[in-house]
């Protein structure tokens, strides 16, 4: 008997790498900080977080994301709105993250439409939505977050907020996947798994949760252990 597995939505993650651009060390980002660049703040609040070339400090993080977000940059605002949705150096707030998602996405930002997306999926800081998760998931996507598609996919896949169709979930998880997002990728292969959307393949599928596993998705490698034990 066939056995299911696992279909996991990854919807947003706190790791923060420094934003595009030539200001990458510590020097250099709080000169162009200090000079009101706001990216330099960024990537100086950055620096911070992680303690990178600097003692860590999550309290100057939040300022110069603040600063940063202030400023007009919205990676800034992206990065506030992480650490108070997931608690990081600042007490849960839901509602703050939400505002500072909002403003990111406005400023051109997809990862925050892809947060903004998840916290209308959830409910979490506002009422649950699936019709308005959709639109910033597509808006995510549409901007070039894989995430955003993978979510996007999602949401094609459980017929949430949108009509059930299984190509569009497969075409947005190969979008995903493509451009480098393992969840995308698990996604897809639970897809070839169960046949939904394509021909069945379990050697494809296989082959996409293994894919999965190596870019450092946990959900893929347990599904992938899975089908090696058949």
Request: glycine share 18%.
């Amino acid at each position: 008997m066939k056995k299911n597995i696992l279909l996991a939505l990854l919807v947003v993650g706190f790791g923060m790498s420094l934003s595009a651009g030539d200001i990458t060390t510590f020097k250099g980002a709080k000169q162009a900080c200090d000079g009101g660049d706001a990216m330099g703040c960024t990537n100086l609040g950055i620096m911070y977080y992680n303690g990178q070339g600097v003692k860590q400090s999550t309290s100057k993080a939040k300022k110069l994301f603040g600063k940063a977000c202030d400023g007009g940059y919205a990676s800034g605002c992206h990065n506030l709105g992480n650490m108070y949705y997931y608690c990081k150096g600042v007490k849960q707030d839901y509602f703050k993250a939400v505002k500072l998602y909002t403003k990111a996405c406005d400023g051109g930002y997809a990862g925050g439409c892809s947060n903004l997306g998840l916290m209308y999926k959830k409910g979490q800081g506002v009422k649950q939505d699936y019709f308005k998760a959709v639109k910033f998931y597509t808006k995510a996507c549409d901007g070039g977050s894989t995430e955003g598609c993978s979510n996007l996919g999602f949401m094609y896949e459980k017929g949430k907020g949108v009509k059930q169709n299984y190509f569009k979930a497969v075409k947005l998880y190969t979008k995903a996947c493509n451009g480098g997002y393992a969840g995308g990728c698990s996604n897809l292969g639970v897809m070839y798994y169960n046949g939904q959307g394509l021909k069945q393949s379990t050697s494809k599928a296989k082959e996409l949760l293994g894919k999965a596993c190596d870019g450092g998705y946990a959900v893929g490698c347990e599904n992938y252990a899975i089908l090696n034990k058949r």
